[in-house]
């Protein structure tokens, strides 16, 4: 996409002179200038479907996805490995990698085969596939290093199945994966489109053990898109310059594992009809922030930073608030912050005729235990709790980021399991 | 030159500049090789053989279906349930290896859809009187336990495989454009119906019997290779090892498929590595002068 292009694109999209979306904004290296001042990435939905986001970069010691600012789309979808071998194995990732690496970029895909076989590419995105700001960041479920591949010895200290927490209601068919990706683009048809396209040249290796789609929605009216109740989604989050504290992986991981970051997926149900039916003022009282504007109870605007040493009581922002339990902005809980990059869902109706809708509550973390769980833990009975059902999820590592055109997703732990530790 | 062989000329060459900078990375498990440059083109006489080969290998297993059918219906006179469900799990399965499924993909016409068809998409489903052979047999069996109705019904399919005559078995199978075509398409859509009915159980009424039915699949897809075999061969040189490994290991993943979910995620996979191998087949057997 050219200069104009992406000018244009975001003009169409409502967000030039919004100031905040600098060039390079799509880039898989966030920058501050991305983020809102509390350290939110900005969200990128636009207004006219027809255009298309510039390209990210997929090479880099990260992958992209993690710190790229919200994309309008996107699709998260579980794998169980059928390979059966290492080589197999080794074959997997690269057959991803090389499919990515395409995608990411866009283009006219050959066609080796000519007449003699069906087209390589599914055409779903017309003949010159649209790069449309594509991430597709790969993980590592705690079951891949079981005992098919001799990959025990080299799990991330971290990294488990995910157990139930008190007020979880999982369903194994949505629960876990031995690989998890998640896709998000400009738009639902270059997700599917790459996730079509993916599963295609992996079909003997992998089958998808669960996918769900996400979508992020447009600033109504201004900043930060709301979720399904309604609230802002997305405000606080630490700043990029905290990741290698708060981020990636920590040297006491495996050595094959930096540049990673582990990745909780949790979809939780939201119960709109019931919680519809609570008043404003009840429901701000369990999120702590004011419903319209997204400022915390305290402030005036979403940017604000609450202030809990000046209302220690919670007579301002209770005690019991979503957002003053989950982060407590006390020097001690500093360390658990976590980077959040959720997507709301639509999955048609319940059975009890209710709409099945929630949020795929998608954070990145340097450490499972000290971070999202030791903040799991705490919400555990927290008010809302009564309105969201948590069925299914999982808890990943997103790999290292494939550092240029002769790497290729977990050749860090690929070789070094196949011999030499 | 016909227009269809033009247009091959040119992917070919289009194919061998693309093959000198050799892309496309494929897991091993789904690759079938390239296509061989210059293949020569295909004559309709060149199919003449491999045509005659399975109508020998159809008739040899209508020979064994019929007088499986017939044990089915005195094992219903006798009011043998059992016996029943033993009898028509045998004739289904010589039914199946002759490669026909339900009339979507299936060559023998309207006479195969009668033999083999759903209830889905009929006035009535189940219920409808258009609802006819081996799965309407199968719902009186396993789902309604009407062993009245499954006499009847099972008198309705003899009498429909009765009609399964060298007459119009080859005017199905017929050295017409058409039909060559459809005929050629079952190299993969044999497995395409394994994969969209059977691992789907959308083709179950209740007899559960996927996984044999799978492999029954996996029989008539190898004959489809064997009779065609020597066309495919120096077309694409790597596809017919590849599709036997690959089938291998679909039979080796029947066995351990009894095993819940990880076992069927397994199965699933290698009957779709499989069709990605095979479906370049019809591709690459381009029949030149069918449409003279
Ligand atoms: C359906 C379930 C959930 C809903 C509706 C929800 C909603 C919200 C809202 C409206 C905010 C305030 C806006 C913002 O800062 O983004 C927020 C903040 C936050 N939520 Fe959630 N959330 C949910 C689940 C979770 C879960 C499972 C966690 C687990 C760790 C979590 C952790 C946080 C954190 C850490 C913050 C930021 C608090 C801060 O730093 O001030 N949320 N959430």
Redesign the interface.
Known sequence: MSDTDRRNFLRRAGIVGAGALGAGALSGQADSANLLADGAPQNQAGADPAATLPAVPFHGTHQAGILTPRQPAGAWVAF?V??DTR??LT??F??IT?EVRFLTAGGVR?????????P?DSGTLGTDVPADGLTATLGVGASLFDHRFGLAAYRPRRLQAMTPFPNDNLDP?RTGGDLLLQLCAGSQDTVLHALRQIT????????I?WCEDGFASPARPTGVPRNHFAFKDGIANPLPDAAPQLLWAAASEPAWTRGGTYHVVRIIQMFTEFWDRVSTQEQQQMIGRNRDSGAPLDGSKETDTPHYGADPAGNVIPLTAHIRVANPRTAKTEKERIYRRGYNYDRGVDLNGNLDMGLLFNAFCQDLDRQYIAIQNRLVGEPMVDYISPVGGGYFFALPGVRDKSDHFAAGLLTLSSGAR | MSARLLSTVAALAAMAALTACGQTTRTTDTSAGPVAPNPAPIQTEQLLGPMGSYETYVYRHLATLRPQLATLQQDLAANNASAAKRDWQKARISWLQIGQDDQQYGAFGNLGGAIDGLAAGLKGGAHSAAFTGFHRVEYDLYTSHNLHAAQADTAKLRSLVSQMTPQTVTKDLALTPKSLDTWVLRCHEILEDALRDSLSRNDDYGSHMELASVSADVTATREMLSVLGPLIQPRMPGLLSTAARQLRTIDARIKAAHGGTAARERLNASVSAALETLAPVSEVIQITNANT
Request: net charge positive.
């Open positions: 169980d059928t390979a080589q197999q074959d997997l690269k057959a090389n050959p066609d080796p085969h000519g007449t003699f076989a069906p390589t068919a295609r040249v992996t079909r003997g290796g992998m089958q053990r």
